[in-house]
Each structure stands twice: as structure tokens, then as C-alpha cells.
């Protein structure tokens, strides 16, 4: 396909043409979009009451309260666990291509030259992951910002997202027709105007860019046209599930789309619920008010010389008295023939609060329903009821979803990086196979901080009571360790080195005495497990790099410790004391 002219890009802004697939897709990232972003759901709530009149709509929208965020962020903040993995990392070779100039490598790009961003992985978990989880269809365009660089200066890339609503049109490996988000500023007939707007259009062998001006004459303005010397076009998209596929087209629904149905029952429900607590959670008072205002003496006006009655500010047009619930309420007493005042003469209406608390119930479920969707029940304030092999699935689900998500971002960081090797250093180093060999070999993390401290406990509680085996609760132990002691090495290594050189960590004390009944654990066993702390300290201020040795060789200077504390020990000391066995002479049924 040839270098486009300005006719080819009118259809997109007069007819609108789009790709078969745009609304449905801009659409999709809508739906998440308002969970995300906290804005009001015009569609959602005006679907649930569509008889209702403009005010009451309106009222609906200066109360709204984004319902939904907090559980988004809580889905956003928990996948944040995937970049501190510990197993997850972009390693680079250390070899370097000649040709590749002294601080120009792609490694020292990667890490701190990306403009704005420092760093690709900076870029990616700070900008493109949100994008990523909220709308699948987005992609991201690499492009050099100084094209116009000398000769012997390397290109600097930077990728942009483009979220589904700016990505006009495409047709894999053929082109895409992507919109900026940028204003341009143009003058028309001695009048500044902003609403201009900057297209790209991507082949296999051009890039061109125009700017689109609504009100003038000559409507395109081409500002860039460059050779791709890439031979193919540098956008990739940020995927998720696939959903539809057609020739040249695609369509992809974000992971964590399953939370949609649920959350947008809480914000009908919440909006309603709202309404509710209006109408019938505040207190309303009644009471008798026989007397007359005074004000106006009961009429409700007051007579206003040459015009017509004004309305009574004090009684506000009713006639009678107001009553003030921080005063006394004085009642006169009955007239002859009048019934007598009810008593008390004032109290407040009773309301049905069971709806709100049902509503509430609701709601909390809703959220719980959208969290085990994908399998991030644990981020619910629900109590979690299920059963111990209930939750055991549940850790299984959360590694799937997690392993899932951060499989793409691998890819799509992996795709940017390149992209950006492609644009560097394709034109002065032409072998494939060299230029592959530059790229950071990336891992997909597989150990995740799932479940907080508190889920531990419970979990390490059961397991105790179930007598699960001693390494099983050891490994739970670690976890909680490294959980609520991540800030403070010290504390977190020496608790992983006791469970890790006890002999009998994990075990609880009925079994070390049972096994001590029957003789099968050694007595250096059981003073390493009675002083395990003192011999960990000890071992720790006595050589630096302790935690770093290996195992056999820390077990080694640990019983070196047991013994010299079984010569402290006397042998008396260390038997049972015998029975005395000293006779009672008062005793008469003993024979002497």
C-alpha cells in the first residue's frame, strides 16, 4: 500500500468510519472504565428508573458517591504485586556489539534513558498497566521523537498508548489509523480555534502523520512522512482474552472484565440505597400545634399597605406555630367541649429500616460476587465461610489470574523493548541474529504475595489443629514472616533461620515428648530446639554472612553451639530425678 493522500483519511471524519469491531470495543473499556475513574453511570441508574422525572435524576447525581473505585483500586494495588515478585526481572547479556557506541546500549536505555519515564518497566507499571486492565483493545505505538537527528545519533523511541477510542481503524500487518489526543491550535479568518486533531497513519514501509483542521478550507495538513526502515509496523496490542477474531481483526476482553456485571449491580443498588437512607433513616418529628402564630395571627400573611398580602416568614405561610426541637413545646389546656390534647403531644414517626440494612447486605455481597470473580475474593470485607480445601482452590485461582496478568505485561514490555532495539540499531547492524542477541531475556514472576498476614494466621491456626505436616506449617510460617516483617531484614532473616535449623520446628510439644518417651530423638536434637534462639543470635553476631552460608554449614556451627552446651549441663542434671526411696520408720505396715 502506497504513501496515503488527505482523501484517503476524509471517510474518518466526515462518515465517521470506523474498524467493524470500534464500538464494541470502546464500549467494553466504558464499562470498566467507570468502575476505574469513579465517573457518574448515566446509563446504568437512568436504565433502573427510566420513569423518573429530571429533578429526581439530577438529585441522583449531586449525591453520587463512586461506589465502585475503592474496589478497583483494590484489584489495581494487589496485581501491583506482580513487578515485586522476586522472581520477576529483565536481564541482559553483557556482550555488546562493537558497532554499539559506548553508553548507548540498548541495556542503558532500557533501564534510564527513556524520555519522561527513565525506564520501560517504569513506563509500563506507571502508565500502559492500568490501560492494559481496563480496556484490552488499546495498543501501543513506539516512535522516535528526533527523526530529524543527525546522522550518527541514535534514535530515541518512546511508546505511546492509544486507547480503543483513538484507534480508528487498522487491518493487521497492513496499516493502522490512529487519533492523538492531542490539541492542535490553528488560525482561521483572524480566529484561533483548538479543536484540531493529529492523525497517524502506519504502514509496513511509511509513517505518516497529518494535522485535521474542522474550519478551514484545506482540511489535512501532512506534517511527518518518514521511511519505516523496520519493515513492519512497530504497534502492538495490549490483549487479554480474545473474544472474536475476523480476517485482519481481532477483538479482546480486559482479565478482570468478569468484576463488570456484579459492580454495576452496586452502583444501581447504591444510588438507591442512598434513597432510602433519605427517606428512611432520619429521624422525622410530629407534634400538635394548636397555637396561632403569632406573627401573623394564623392567616399565614401579613396585610402590606397598597399591594397585595406578603407570605408569613415565620410560620412560612402555614398559620400555626413553628416548632423548634431544641424548645419546650407549650400546649393550652382544652377549651370547654374540646377533646382533650393527645399526650405525649409530639414523638416521631417509626420507619421500616429493614430495606437499608437488606440493601446493605446486598451491596456487600455484590462485591464479594465481583472479587471471586477473578478470583480476589481475599480483597473482600466479607468473612471468607468457605472451607479449608475451598480456600486452597481459591489460592489456585488467584495464581492462574495472577500468572495470567503478568504473562502479558511480559509480553507487551517485552514487545516495546523490541521495538525500541528495531529503531536503534536495525540500520547499523543488519543481522537479525545479532540484533536478537542484544534483547533482555524477561521472566514471568510466579511467586506472588497473595493472602495478608491476618488470612495467614487463620490458615497457620488451622493447619496446627489439623496436625497437617510440621514442613507444610513451616513454609506458612515463612510466608507470614516475610509478610509482616518486609520492612526489617533482621528480624525476618533470624525468624527464617530458627524454622529453617529447629529440628523440630513445627511440631508441637505433645510430639517432641512422645518421641522423647520412646527414645527416638537425640539429645543434641533437643538442646538445639530448646535454645534455637540463643544459638541463632549468637551465630548471626559471631559471623556476618551467617544467613548467606550454606545450610549444612550453618547446621555445623549450630551443633558446635549444642555442644558446648551440653558440657555446661552436669549428667546429674540432665536424668530424670529417681524416686526417694528412703524408708518411713513411723510406717507400721512396712516389716523392718
Same mark, same amino acid.
Given at each position: 500500500?502506497?504513501?496515503?493522500?488527505?482523501k484517503?483519511?476524509?471517510?474518518?471524519?466526515?462518515?465517521?468510519?470506523?474498524?467493524?469491531?470500534?464500538?464494541?470495543?470502546?464500549?467494553?473499556?466504558?464499562?470498566?472504565?467507570?468502575?476505574a475513574?469513579?465517573?457518574?453511570?448515566?446509563?446504568?441508574?437512568?436504565?433502573?428508573?427510566?420513569?423518573?422525572?429530571?429533578?429526581?435524576?439530577?438529585?441522583?447525581r449531586?449525591?453520587?458517591?463512586?461506589?465502585t473505585?475503592?474496589?478497583f483500586?483494590?484489584?489495581?494495588?494487589?496485581?501491583?504485586?506482580?513487578?515485586r515478585?522476586?522472581d520477576?526481572?529483565?536481564?541482559?547479556?553483557?556482550?555488546?556489539?562493537?558497532?554499539v557506541?559506548?553508553?548507548?546500549?540498548?541495556?542503558e536505555?532500557?533501564n534510564?534513558?527513556?524520555?519522561?519515564?527513565?525506564?520501560?518497566?517504569?513506563?509500563?507499571?506507571?502508565?500502559?498497566?492500568?490501560?492494559?486492565l481496563?480496556?484490552?483493545?488499546?495498543?501501543v505505538?513506539?516512535?522516535?521523537?528526533?527523526?530529524?537527528?543527525?546522522d550518527?545519533?541514535?534514535y530515541?523511541p518512546?511508546?505511546?498508548?492509544?486507547?480503543?477510542?483513538?484507534?480508528?481503524?487498522y487491518?493487521?500487518?497492513?496499516?493502522?489509523?490512529?487519533?492523538?489526543?492531542?490539541?492542535?491550535?490553528?488560525?482561521?479568518?483572524?480566529?484561533?480555534f483548538?479543536d484540531g486533531?493529529?492523525?497517524y497513519?502506519?504502514?509496513?514501509?511509511?509513517?505518516?502523520?497529518?494535522?485535521?483542521y474542522?474550519?478551514?478550507?484545506?482540511?489535512?495538513?501532512?506534517?511527518?512522512?518518514?521511511?519505516?526502515?523496520?519493515?513492519y509496523?512497530?504497534?502492538?496490542?495490549?490483549?487479554?482474552?480474545?473474544?472474536e477474531?475476523?480476517?485482519g481483526f481481532?477483538?479482546?476482553?480486559?482479565?478482570?472484565?468478569?468484576?463488570v456485571p456484579?459492580?454495576?449491580?452496586?452502583l444501581r443498588?447504591?444510588?438507591?440505597?442512598?434513597?432510602?437512607?433519605?427517606?428512611?433513616?432520619?429521624?422525622?418529628?410530629?407534634?400538635?400545634?394548636p397555637?396561632?402564630?403569632?406573627?401573623?395571627?394564623?392567616?399565614?400573611?401579613i396585610?402590606?399597605?397598597? #399591594?397585595a398580602? *406578603?407570605?408569613? /416568614?415565620?410560620?412560612? @405561610?402555614?398559620?400555626i =406555630?413553628? !416548632?423548634? +426541637?431544641f424548645e419546650?413545646? $407549650?400546649?393550652?389546656p382544652?377549651k370547654?367541649?374540646?377533646?382533650?390534647a393527645v399526650?405525649?403531644?409530639?414523638?416521631?414517626?417509626?420507619?421500616?429500616?429493614?430495606?437499608?440494612?437488606?440493601?446493605?447486605?446486598?451491596?456487600r455481597?455484590?462485591?464479594?460476587?465481583a472479587?471471586?470473580?477473578?478470583?480476589?475474593?481475599?480483597?473482600?470485607?466479607?468473612?471468607?465461610v468457605?472451607s479449608?480445601?475451598?480456600k486452597?482452590?481459591?489460592?489456585?485461582?488467584?495464581?492462574?489470574m495472577?500468572?495470567?496478568?503478568?504473562?502479558?505485561?511480559?509480553?507487551v514490555?517485552?514487545?516495546?523493548?523490541?521495538?525500541?532495539?528495531?529503531?536503534?540499531?536495525?540500520?547499523?547492524?543488519?543481522?537479525v541474529?545479532?540484533?536478537?542477541?542484544?534483547?533482555p531475556?524477561?521472566?514471568?514472576?510466579?511467586?506472588?504475595?497473595?493472602? #495478608?498476614?491476618? *488470612?495467614?494466621? /487463620?490458615?497457620?491456626? @488451622?493447619?496446627?489443629? =489439623?496436625? !497437617?505436616d +510440621?514442613a507444610?506449617?513451616n $513454609?506458612?510460617?515463612?510466608?507470614l514472616?516475610?509478610?509482616?516483617?518486609?520492612?526489617?531484614?533482621?528480624?525476618?532473616?533470624?525468624?527464617?533461620l530458627k524454622?529453617k535449623?529447629?529440628?523440630f520446628?513445627?511440631?508441637?510439644?505433645?510430639?517432641?515428648?512422645?518421641?522423647?518417651?520412646?527414645?527416638?530423638i537425640s539429645e543434641?536434637d533437643?538442646?538445639?530446639?530448646?535454645?534455637?534462639n540463643?544459638?541463632?543470635?549468637?551465630?548471626?553476631?559471631?559471623?556476618?554472612?551467617?544467613?548467606?552460608?550454606?545450610?549444612?554449614?550453618?547446621?555445623?556451627?549450630?551443633?558446635?553451639?549444642?555442644?558446648?552446651?551440653?558440657?555446661?549441663i552436669?549428667?546429674?542434671?540432665m536424668?530424670?530425678?529417681?524416686?526417694?526411696?528412703?524408708?518411713?520408720?513411723t510406717?507400721t505396715?512396712?516389716?523392718?
Open positions: 500500500m502506497p504513501a496515503i493522500t488527505e484517503f483519511l476524509y471517510p474518518y471524519v466526515q462518515e465517521k468510519l470506523r474498524h467493524p469491531f470500534y464500538d464494541v470495543t470502546v464500549e467494553k473499556a466504558h464499562e470498566l472504565n467507570i468502575h475513574s469513579g465517573e457518574f453511570p448515566e446509563k446504568l441508574i437512568g436504565e433502573r428508573r427510566p420513569a423518573e422525572s429530571v429533578e429526581i435524576k439530577e438529585y441522583r449531586k449525591i453520587f458517591v463512586p461506589k473505585k475503592p474496589v483500586t483494590k484489584v489495581y494495588n494487589s496485581l501491583m504485586k506482580i513487578p515478585s522476586p520477576f526481572s529483565i536481564m541482559f547479556d553483557d556482550e555488546t556489539p562493537a558497532k557506541a559506548k553508553g548507548e546500549t540498548l541495556k536505555y532500557i534510564n534513558s527513556i524520555p519522561v519515564w527513565g525506564s520501560v518497566s517504569n513506563w509500563y507499571w506507571s502508565i500502559a498497566f492500568r490501560h492494559y481496563i480496556d484490552a483493545n488499546a495498543v505505538f513506539t516512535l522516535p521523537t528526533n527523526f530529524d537527528s543527525q550518527n545519533e541514535y530515541k518512546v511508546p505511546v498508548v492509544f486507547t480503543s477510542d483513538r484507534v480508528i481503524d487491518k493487521e500487518g497492513e496499516y493502522y489509523v490512529l487519533l492523538t489526543n492531542d490539541r492542535i491550535r490553528y488560525e482561521e479568518s483572524a480566529t484561533t483548538s486533531a493529529k492523525f497513519v502506519v504502514q509496513n514501509d511509511v509513517i505518516q502523520a497529518y494535522h485535521y474542522p474550519y478551514r478550507t484545506r482540511q489535512f495538513d501532512e506534517v511527518m512522512n518518514v521511511p519505516n526502515t523496520l519493515g509496523m512497530p504497534i502492538r496490542s495490549m490483549r487479554g482474552i480474545c473474544t477474531q475476523g480476517e481481532a477483538m479482546y476482553e480486559s482479565r478482570i472484565a468478569g468484576i456484579m459492580l454495576n449491580e452496586v443498588e447504591y444510588s438507591d440505597l442512598q434513597a432510602e437512607v433519605v427517606q428512611h433513616i432520619h429521624s422525622t418529628m410530629w407534634s400538635i400545634q397555637q396561632q402564630c403569632k406573627n401573623c395571627k394564623g392567616r399565614g400573611s396585610p402590606k399597605e397598597n #399591594s398580602p *406578603v407570605r408569613c /416568614e415565620v410560620c412560612n @405561610g402555614v398559620g =406555630a413553628p !416548632v423548634n +426541637p419546650s413545646l $407549650a400546649i393550652p382544652a370547654a367541649g374540646e377533646p382533650q399526650t405525649p403531644p409530639m414523638g416521631y414517626v417509626e420507619k421500616n429500616t429493614d430495606i437499608a440494612r437488606l440493601q446493605q447486605e446486598r451491596i455481597q455484590h462485591v464479594y460476587d472479587l471471586s470473580s477473578i478470583g480476589m475474593e481475599h480483597l473482600s470485607e466479607t468473612p471468607m468457605q479449608g480445601i475451598a486452597l482452590v481459591d489460592r489456585d485461582e488467584q495464581h492462574s495472577y500468572h495470567s496478568v503478568a504473562a502479558d505485561s511480559v509480553r514490555i517485552g514487545d516495546v523493548i523490541y521495538d525500541i532495539c528495531m529503531w536503534r540499531y536495525k540500520e547499523s547492524i543488519q543481522d541474529v545479532t540484533l536478537e542477541s542484544m534483547l531475556a524477561i521472566t514471568i514472576p510466579e511467586r506472588f504475595d497473595l493472602l #495478608s498476614a491476618q *488470612v495467614l494466621i /487463620e490458615e497457620l491456626k @488451622g493447619m496446627i489443629e =489439623a496436625k !497437617v +510440621p507444610i506449617i $513454609a506458612t510460617q515463612v510466608d514472616t516475610e509478610k509482616r516483617f518486609a520492612n526489617d531484614p533482621y528480624v525476618r532473616d533470624t525468624v527464617k524454622l535449623l529447629d529440628p520446628a513445627g511440631v508441637t510439644e505433645e510430639a517432641i515428648s512422645l518421641r522423647k518417651t520412646f527414645g527416638v543434641m533437643m538442646v538445639i530446639n530448646a535454645n534455637i540463643e544459638f541463632v543470635n549468637r551465630a548471626m553476631q559471631e559471623h556476618k554472612d551467617f544467613g548467606a552460608m550454606p545450610i549444612q554449614e550453618q547446621q555445623t556451627i549450630i551443633k558446635a553451639y549444642a555442644e558446648e552446651k551440653m558440657e555446661e552436669e549428667p546429674d542434671d536424668q530424670p530425678e529417681a524416686p526417694d526411696e528412703t524408708i518411713d520408720e510406717r505396715d512396712i516389716e523392718v
